[in-house]
């Protein structure tokens, strides 16, 4: 285990960062938290990023930053006004941090930055390494400014940007909607069901964040599962993990006409993400197939 550090995360309060920060405090580091309001605990530190401020003794004082910040994927419909607060919430925190590592005079010596798979868009047939290029679609524009967003503070120190899959796990991310699909009973296969899901549990997110704070990799980091798996096998073990019926078929034309982008870039995009860079990097994962990570909720 590394000597304990600071680390900032910004996103420490939400779905992945609370995982996260609890899997790090266990390893006996200090975690500070960015939030938006007045500061109202020791571990809490305060910062506007749509008004692009930091105090840079904040990042002074950070062995490591790490950057999960941006508004939920997983709140449908994805509105004209919604889309907006999608890509400015990632830019706007990403450009406040990056900015606050070149003007420190300590700087961390690594910045984790988030990201996404939605990088590569709808890729049929392909697998898709760190080095393919980007796709096409709403979140890939997203995904391109995000990580341009960050790419500055590698002036300064080594960044990774965390391209992640859909997570799985208790109490949110991407698959929040489908779970409460199957709650209700009204489950079932969208589109084909064919299309090819890269998946993470929310243990194995966290860890190889975690991972990657001592490793030397650098540039996009695919963070998903060892094999990527049907939306339909997830859509079924999900259903018989809540003891609910995986029956009522949605089809893609009805998902894209119900919600534009979200149903083409988030739930019928066939994506074949490799994990091999993490994997090669000596990260093993608690978590090898979807059925043990759905079981996990």
Do not use: C
């Not at 066939?270 to 059925?291: N, W």
């Amino acid at each position: 285990m590394a000597d304990p550090r600071t680390i900032l995360i910004a996103g420490g309060s939400g779905f992945i960062g609370t995982e996260l920060a609890a899997q790090l405090r266990a390893d006996g580091h200090t975690v500070l938290i960015l939030v938006r309001r007045p500061a109202r605990t020791p571990t809490e530190r305060s910062w506007d990023p749509e008004a692009r401020w930091i105090k840079t003794s904040i990042i002074d004082g950070a062995d490591a930053v790490i950057n999960l910040s941006g508004a939920s994927i997983s709140r449908l419909p994805w509105t004209l006004p919604y889309k907006r607060e999608i890509l400015q919430s990632r830019v706007q925190a990403t450009s406040t941090i990056a900015e606050a590592i070149l003007r420190a005079d300590s700087p961390p010596s690594v910045f984790l930055s988030g990201s996404a798979v939605g990088y590569y868009g709808d890729r049929p047939g392909e697998l898709l390494t760190e080095e393919s290029p980007q796709g096409e679609g709403f979140l890939a524009k997203v995904v391109e400014a995000w990580e341009r967003a960050a790419a500055p503070a590698a002036e300064s120190t080594r960044l990774v940007t965390l391209r992640t899959g859909l997570v799985v796990g208790a109490g949110g991310g991407a698959l929040k909607p489908l779970t409460l699909l199957t709650k209700a009973g009204v489950s079932g296969p969208l589109g084909s069901g064919d299309q090819l899901w890269p998946w993470i549990s929310l243990h194995d997110e966290a860890a190889a964040i975690r991972h990657l704070l001592d490793s030397a990799l650098s540039g996009p980091v695919n963070l998903a599962g060892p094999e990527p798996v049907a939306a339909s096998i997830i859509g079924k073990e999900l259903a018989e993990q809540l003891h609910r019926p995986f029956w009522l078929p949605v089809p893609g034309w009805a998902l894209k006409a119900a919600l534009a982008d979200a149903g083409r870039d988030l739930l019928l995009a066939d994506q074949d993400v490799s994990s091999q860079k993490l994997v090669a990097d000596g990260f093993v994962f608690r978590d090898d197939t979807v059925e043990k990570a759905l079981a996990q909720i």
